[in-house]
């Protein structure tokens, strides 16, 4: 709460920034790795975020490949027919999106959707309950939990889907085709006659517009995925505001909460599906000719 | 909420996970679930398949049984029409039978009658002879006539 804890934030605004401060570690000037010095420092890493980014990924992979290592074709256990009702789930989706064929394509989206859904999903415990427990028993001040509210991480997976869209684009349309899709699109220079002029500058503007479209797509993707869960975040954190506020203000937080978790089950599923959909959409437009 | 290190962090463990799933995560999910839809297929193709025959089956035994039934009753026909044969045959030959034994008998009987007329015949002239001889025996007493005449009469 934000009246407890003794050298905790006193007022709304701190806890607010509290709860919003990454856990960091950098290289400061004087060569000595400091903690929660780093603002601005592009070689820091968010500590927390990448811990629980890992550690729900550990969880992820280990927990499918329990259920790989002893599927069974006839007796199928609850938790092999959960991650098969996933897989499938996903298999699906990428069946009726993308019709190449590729080895990475399905997993990729069953990781983005389960890893991301993961990150996600810690978005539903109480927004004080970790970060209480890492200051009073382990003396960590800053502890942010959920991952896809740090745009880093979010950033970071768009950035691999971008290069898995240009591999993909070069792989099946060549560097030509690359080059192509850039500047002959949507315009098409003229290639004979008076208009032969005019062909540069059409050619320059198609790249600018394709340009910009092609580096949309992973800002897009990240930036959708971290401004949901981000606002959802400082919601929970500000309904958590209201805990301090007296019988009232709680139970009325406490009804908010509750409406705004189960509105937010929704919203972390979607998300994670849209990422993944997204992902498989662009790079079955990468490796399709139209 | 800067742009620092973690991105980096954060895409070379989204390239761990997503080589491990690649690697050994979706091929023995895909597999087991697609062995288990071949097989699912399978059975039902199988159960189709019994389905049918089973009808087809039914459809044989009603006409196996219908023919059955065909045949027990021509059988029957034909019993009862025999039986009628072999009781008419049987009145017929009785008839006849009866014709037969009825001549013989009859035939029998008149021999036995002429037979007996026969002896009888012979019986009376022997006893008209015999009754001759005592005539002729006492013919002095005629009272003796009279009463050998009474005893022939009586005889006859």
Same mark, same amino acid.
């Given at each position: 709460? /934000?009246?407890?804890?003794?050298?905790?934030?006193?007022?709304?605004?701190?806890?607010?920034? &509290?709860?919003?401060?990454?856990? =960091?570690?950098?290289? @400061?000037?004087?060569?000595?790795?400091?903690?929660?010095?780093?603002?601005?420092?592009?070689?820091?890493?968010?500590?927390?975020?990448?811990?629980?980014?890992?550690?729900?990924?550990?969880?992820?992979?280990?927990?499918?490949?329990?259920?790989?290592?002893?599927?069974?074709?006839?007796?199928?256990?609850?938790?092999?027919?959960?991650?098969?009702?996933?897989?499938?789930?996903?298999?699906?989706?990428?069946?009726?999106?993308?019709?190449?064929?590729?080895?990475?394509?399905?997993?990729?989206?069953?990781?983005?959707?389960?890893?991301?859904?993961?990150?996600?999903?810690?978005?539903?415990?109480?927004?004080?309950?970790?970060?209480?427990?890492?200051?009073?028993?382990?003396?960590?001040?800053?502890?942010?939990?959920?991952?896809?509210?740090?745009?880093?991480?979010?950033?970071?997976?768009?950035?691999?889907?971008?290069?898995?869209?240009?591999?993909?684009?070069?792989?099946?349309?060549?560097?030509?085709?690359?080059?192509?899709?850039?500047?002959? &699109?949507?315009?098409?220079?003229?290639?004979?006659?008076?208009?032969?002029?005019?062909?540069?500058?059409?050619?320059?503007?198609?790249?600018?517009?394709?340009?910009?479209?092609?580096?949309?797509?992973?800002?897009?993707?990240?930036?959708?995925?971290?401004?949901?869960?981000?606002?959802?975040?400082?919601?929970?954190?500000?309904?958590?505001?209201?805990?301090?506020?007296?019988? !009232?203000?709680?139970?009325?937080?406490?009804?908010?909460? !509750?409406?705004?978790?189960?509105?937010?089950?929704?919203?972390?599923?979607?998300? @994670?599906?849209?990422?993944?959909?997204?992902?498989?959409?662009?790079?079955?437009? @990468?490796?399709?000719?139209? | 909420?800067?742009?620092?290190?973690?991105?980096?962090?954060?895409?070379? /463990?989204?390239?761990?996970?997503?080589?491990?799933?690649?690697?050994?995560?979706?091929?023995?999910?895909?597999?087991?679930?697609?062995?288990?839809?071949?097989?699912?297929?399978?059975?039902?193709?199988?159960?189709?398949?019994?389905?049918?025959?089973?009808?087809?089956?039914?459809?044989?035994?009603?006409?196996?049984?219908?023919?059955?039934?065909?045949?027990?009753?021509?059988?029957?026909?034909?019993?009862?029409?025999?039986?009628?044969?072999?009781?008419?045959?049987?009145?017929?030959?009785?008839?006849?039978?009866?014709?037969?034994?009825?001549?013989?008998?009859?035939?029998?009987?008149?021999?036995?009658?002429?037979?007996?007329?026969?002896?009888?015949?012979?019986?009376?002239?022997?006893?008209?002879?015999?009754?001759?001889?005592?005539?002729?025996?006492?013919?002095?007493?005629?009272?003796? &006539? =009279?009463?050998?005449?009474?005893?022939?009469?009586?005889?006859?």
């Amino acid at each position: 709460m /934000a009246s407890e804890g003794g050298h905790g934030p006193q007022t709304s605004s701190d806890y607010i920034s &509290h709860h919003l401060q990454n856990l =960091q570690v950098c290289k @400061a000037d004087s060569g000595e790795w400091v903690w929660n010095q780093c603002a601005g420092n592009p070689m820091a890493i968010n500590v927390d975020s990448m811990f629980w980014s890992v550690i729900l990924g550990v969880f992820f992979v280990v927990l499918f490949r329990l259920v790989a290592n002893k599927t069974s074709k006839d007796k199928p256990g609850k938790w092999q027919a959960f991650v098969e009702i996933v897989v499938e789930f996903v298999n699906n989706s990428v069946k009726d999106t993308f019709h190449g064929k590729s080895r990475l394509i399905a997993p990729l989206g069953l990781t983005i959707f389960v890893w991301v859904f993961l990150m996600n999903l810690m978005d539903l415990v109480p927004v004080d309950w970790i970060p209480e427990f890492a200051k009073r028993v382990l003396g960590i001040e800053y502890m942010k939990v959920v991952p896809s509210t740090d745009v880093n991480i979010t950033f970071g997976m768009s950035i691999a889907v971008f290069v898995l869209i240009l591999f993909y684009t070069i792989k099946n349309k060549g560097v030509t085709g690359l080059i192509g899709e850039l500047t002959l &699109h949507p315009i098409a220079p003229p290639t004979k006659g008076l208009g032969l002029i005019a062909a540069p500058v059409i050619i320059a503007f198609n790249f600018i517009l394709e340009s910009v479209a092609l580096l949309a797509k992973p800002v897009s993707l990240s930036l959708r995925l971290f401004g949901n869960m981000f606002a959802g975040e400082l919601i929970f954190i500000l309904i958590a505001i209201m805990f301090s506020g007296g019988l !009232l203000m709680g139970t009325g937080a406490g009804i908010l909460h !509750l409406g705004w978790a189960i509105f937010h089950v929704l919203i972390i599923t979607l998300q @994670a599906f849209i990422f993944m959909m997204l992902t498989i959409v662009y790079l079955s437009l @990468a490796s399709e000719s139209h | 909420m800067d742009i620092n290190l973690t991105l980096i962090g954060q895409t070379i /463990a989204m390239i761990v996970f997503v080589w491990f799933c690649m690697k050994f995560i979706w091929p023995p999910i895909l597999t087991a679930i697609e062995e288990r839809q071949k097989q699912i297929e399978d059975g039902l193709a199988a159960a189709d398949r019994g389905e049918e025959k089973l009808v087809k089956a039914q459809a044989e035994a009603a006409e196996i049984i219908e023919e059955a039934r065909r045949q027990a009753t021509t059988i029957l026909n034909q019993a009862n029409s025999r039986a009628n044969e072999i009781v008419a045959e049987g009145k017929a030959s009785g008839a006849k039978e009866r014709e037969r034994q009825l001549a013989a008998a009859s035939a029998e009987i008149e021999q036995e009658a002429n037979r007996a007329r026969e002896e009888l015949r012979g019986q009376v002239s022997a006893v008209a002879l015999a009754g001759a001889e005592k005539i002729l025996n006492r013919e002095i007493d005629a009272k003796a &006539h =009279q009463d050998i005449l009474g005893k022939l009469a009586q005889e006859l």
